[in-house]
Structures are given as structure tokens and as C-alpha cells.
């Protein structure tokens, strides 16, 4: 059996301007850096053998103080980076909004971002997050490891592990800054723990 911890970077640029983080590359800010300092602090409770991130700078500062605390390298892999956006990716809420209202409108109706001209859907994106921990999951069988990712790609992996159908209820798979996910791999099938543990986060 392999133990997964699965956390979401910590507040970035991003976070603060209510953008379309996608792709774009955001760094953390000065709350994100204290939050992933929070983070280290709860992750050091566990014995973590290895650890993934998504190759956005968000992610490996997210990880990075864990990762010196531990004396571990930081494995990067595309296959764990965010949603792309299409042609509206890092733009901020307010300007997607105005050139185009149905995207919002889609995102409260059904919890998804659909609709963007060039978008990965959310197949795509539940496609290749969970083949690619279901690899490293078998690849570290009998050790834990700590993977860092992003909201929407935390959320559609959670919902193809146990899917959801009434979109209001799939909203227990959002995801906070620096939240911890954990879950278990054992006999090919992903068991979903615990989901979107905060009490970590010292916030004034």
C-alpha cells in the first residue's frame, strides 16, 4: 500500500488579484510563505519518503521548506500542473467576466470551469493528474509520498477517486491554500482518508 499525502499550494499572486491561475506562472506571497512554514510543520509528523510537485513555482515553494527539512529532492512533473485555461488563462475574474459572463455563470451552475476557447476539459485534466499519481503511486509501493498540486486538479482527481454527481455536493473537494489531502493506493484502487484538513494554517 502507498500512502498519499496530496496538498494544494499555498496563497500565490494569483490568490490575491481572483485570477484564472491556470498555467501561468504566479509566486507565492508573503502569506503563502508563512503558510507553507505552517505546512512544514504539520508534514513533519509524518514519515514522507518521497515528494512530487507540479513544475509552477507556486508548488515548489509550496514544498520547499519540507523538502530542506527532510533532506529530500523535489521531483517535478508537468502531469501535476493546473487546468489550463485557454485563451483566458491568468486572466483576472473581473476582465473574464466582462468579456464573456457565461463562464462565471457555468462555474456557479455546475462547480466547473467549462466553456474557454482552447481550455483542457475536465476529462483531459482527471485523465492525466490520476494516471500520473496511479504511476508514482505503484512506483513507491509500501512508502508515503507528498504530492503538491492545484485546486482544480486536486478537485477532478478527488472526484474520479469517489465521482460526485449533484455538483453542489462535489463542493467538499474544494480546496483552501496549503490544504492536506490524504489517501491510500492499495490493489489499484485509490481510498480517499481525509479531505481539505486547514487546522494547520496559523492565519492572524
Not at 514522507?48 to 513544475?55: A, E, K, L
Not at 503538491?148 to 467538499?172: D, M, Q, T, W
Request: hydrophobic share 30%; proline share 2%; aromatic share 8%.
Amino acid at each position: 500500500m502507498t500512502k498519499i499525502i496530496l496538498v494544494r499550494h499555498a496563497e500565490c499572486e494569483g490568490n490575491v488579484t481572483n485570477s484564472l491561475t491556470g498555467r501561468t506562472d504566479f509566486r507565492l506571497t508573503q502569506l503563502g510563505r508563512k503558510m507553507s512554514q505552517d505546512l512544514a510543520a504539520e508534514l513533519k509528523k509524518y514519515a514522507i519518503d518521497v515528494i512530487y510537485s507540479s513544475t509552477s513555482t507556486r508548488c515548489i515553494e509550496t514544498v520547499t521548506p519540507i523538502a530542506k527539512y527532510l533532506g529530500l529532492n523535489i521531483t517535478t512533473s508537468k502531469e501535476l500542473m493546473e487546468k489550463y485555461f485557454g485563451i483566458y488563462d491568468g486572466m483576472k475574474w473581473e476582465e473574464v467576466n466582462r468579456i464573456n459572463p457565461q463562464i462565471l455563470e457555468n462555474k456557479k451552475k455546475y462547480n466547473e470551469i467549462m466553456g474557454i476557447p482552447k481550455q483542457e476539459t475536465t476529462e483531459e485534466l482527471e485523465k492525466r493528474i490520476k494516471g500520473y499519481i496511479e504511476r508514482i503511486s505503484k512506483l513507491n509501493d509500501g512508502k508515503t509520498i507528498l504530492i503538491c498540486s492545484h485546486g482544480c486538479a486536486i478537485f477532478s482527481f478527488l472526484n474520479s477517486v469517489k465521482y460526485i454527481e449533484n455538483p453542489e455536493e462535489r463542493s467538499i473537494y474544494s480546496q483552501s491554500n496549503a490544504s492536506i489531502n490524504f489517501l491510500e493506493y492499495e490493489k489499484e484502487k485509490f481510498r480517499i482518508i481525509k479531505i481539505n484538513q486547514t487546522d494547520h494554517i496559523k492565519q492572524n
